[in-house]
């Protein structure tokens, strides 16, 4: 906080007079009073009266606003422990000529007397609330911290938000603005509470000066239902206005889509009715909505009628992929979905709740059973989900019978070369039988292809003879798979022949450095 110049006596004729008829000592108090002459003489008798009579916060208030700097000075250092309730004192009486006079006193060589920082926070808050513009402005001019400065403006917007006062708004936005440094993840949430504050108290005025402001920063897809809600129409057509510019960042589309997202159906609603009823549109906003699991936007759009049945199979697809169940229930049950689309649906579905809802929905489950056990497996159309939902989904497959044990056993193969993880491949071999032929087949990929950690897990999970380990062995130092060579060494007592060969067609160090350890290990 900066030190207030203390010449501020500059032009005394602006300074607020004595009261009409107050005593020109520092008693003046006592102005209607007549004492004995034997009292008048003892000072410090007075100086208890005065005190009892008029609180030391208020004399210094009343001390300066009436320009009597000796009194003041003299309050100053019987009762400097008060100054920063008579700054708080000023602040709510709006004396802007006081606050000057008393400020310096806040300081102590240069630097402010502990809790005067809080003080000042709470005098500019008060100052904010009583519409006090000029005690706003100066007590703001203090604070030298541009980032403190800043943080004190942001919050005086939010005071002059929820209260429609434009000027002290006014005031806070240039000081926040005008700050050297900035945090922007603050300053969008303080603006944006500032805003929410704004049409929750219907100030539209002050909504409107935010919105107009502040527009590229703020979330105006909630600024906009929430003055649907509070029934801001100025508001809502100003944020319109804003959305709907040709210079505006965010494209309208992507604007209107990130509405279903978020669950805004009044919002839509209110730009549907403004015209914006193009099918591509709606069907974009539709699959934002089951993504995120938004229902009533979800029911809204279908109830436009506008969307296609074709397009409405598409969103289908990817609720089944996102695992949205409750979408894919409303969906079918509410539209007239194809067979084709309710087995492309089932086909992809991430969840086990939608797999069995779907196939009672199939009237001939068996070609579609096979390819969503390939998806599932990760050998065909790939979709994201946990180990565990994966696992549970393709046990419930095998259990429909309509698996072919061929895709059973390309499925496993596959999936030991591919980016799956050994949990999975680990999960897999027990649900689905594989047997010693396959697994074989597996283990011999997953050595080519590199893959430790499923060399691992099939090791640990079947018996493989030793000469397949050694040809795997010998394969392994060859192309350098170092993690592939420390899992097949540590699953056998190697001989000393094979380690040797094993040793002979390594190509690098890693590998070598493994081989070297065992054959010590083994033969000490």
């Known amino acids: 906080m900066k030190r207030p110049s203390t010449d501020t006596r500059s032009n005394k004729s602006e300074r607020k007079k004595p009261r009409l008829g107050a005593c020109r000592t520092r008693y003046k108090t006592f102005r209607d009073t007549n004492f004995p002459s034997n009292l008048r003489s003892l000072p410090h008798v007075l100086n208890e009266i005065e005190n009892f009579l008029l609180p030391p916060e208020e004399a210094m208030v009343e001390a300066a606003s009436t320009n009597q700097l000796d ?12 100054v920063l309730d008579a700054v708080l004192l000023a602040a ?3 004396d802007i000529g006081s606050l000057e006079l008393l400020t310096p006193h806040m300081f102590d060589s240069n630097e402010l007397k502990g809790g005067a920082w809080d003080v000042c926070r709470i005098a500019i808050h008060t100052a904010a609330k009583s519409r006090s513009c000029d005690v706003v402005r100066f007590l703001l001019s203090l604070v030298d911290s541009a980032d403190e400065c800043r943080q004190m403006a942001r919050t005086v917007v939010g005071i002059a938000a929820a209260r429609g006062y434009l000027d002290i708004l006014l005031i806070a936005a240039d000081t926040a603005d005008t700050a050297d440094t900035a945090d922007v993840e603050l300053s969008i949430n303080s603006i944006g509470f500032a805003l929410s504050l704004a049409i929750c108290g219907k100030q539209s005025e002050a909504a409107i ?31 319109y206005g804003v959305i709907t510019k040709q210079d505006n960042e965010t494209p309208f589309e992507d604007f209107f889509v990130n509405l279903a997202g978020d669950g805004y159906a009044n919002a839509i609603e209110f730009l549907y009715r403004r015209g914006h009823k193009e099918t591509k549109l709606l069907g974009y906003a539709l699959d934002n909505a089951v993504c995120a699991d938004q229902m009533e936007v979800l029911r809204m759009i279908l109830n436009t009628e506008r969307v296609t049945q074709d397009r409405i ?9 996102h695992g949205k169940f409750s979408p894919v229930e409303f969906l079918v049950q509410n539209s007239r979905i194809s067979d084709r689309q309710t087995k492309k649906a089932f086909e992809n579905a991430s969840k086990l709740a939608i797999s069995n809802y779907l196939f009672d929905k199939l009237d001939d489950p068996a070609e579609s059973v096979e390819t969503a056990f390939r998806n599932a497996a990760g050998n065909g159309h790939y979709t994201l989900m946990g180990t565990s939902e994966r696992v549970a989904i393709l046990k419930f497959l095998l259990s429909t019978g309509l698996v072919p044990r061929t ?4 499925s496993f193969i596959t999936v030991t070369e591919k980016c799956l ?59 350098g798979r170092h993690g592939i060579v420390e899992e097949i060494c540590a699953s056998a007592e190697w001989s000393l022949n094979v380690l040797d060969k094993a040793i002979s067609v390594a190509t690098n160090t890693d590998v070598l450095a493994v081989l070297r350890a065992k054959k010590i290990a083994n033969f000490n």
């Open 209 to 239: 000066f935010l919105v107009s402001r502040y527009y590229r920063i703020l979330n105006l897809r909630e600024g906009l239902e929430k003055a649907l809600i509070y029934g801001m129409g100025q508001v809502a057509d100003c944020i």
């Open 71 to 82: 009194w003041l000075k003299s309050l100053v250092d019987r009762y400097d422990s008060h």
């Open 407 to 410: 895709v059973v056993n390309d």
């Open 313 to 321: 199979g598409e969103t289908l697809l990817i609720a089944a992929r």
């Open 92 to 94: 709510r009486l709006e």
């Open 421 to 479: 993880g050994a949990d999975f491949v680990l999960a897999l071999s027990k649900v689905a039988d594989i047997s010693p032929e396959i697994a074989l087949e597996a283990f011999q990929k997953a050595v080519c292809v590199g893959r430790a950690e499923v060399v691992k897990v099939l090791l640990f999970t079947y018996s493989y003879p030793l000469s397949v380990k050694e040809k795997a062995l010998e394969s392994a130092a060859r192309t």
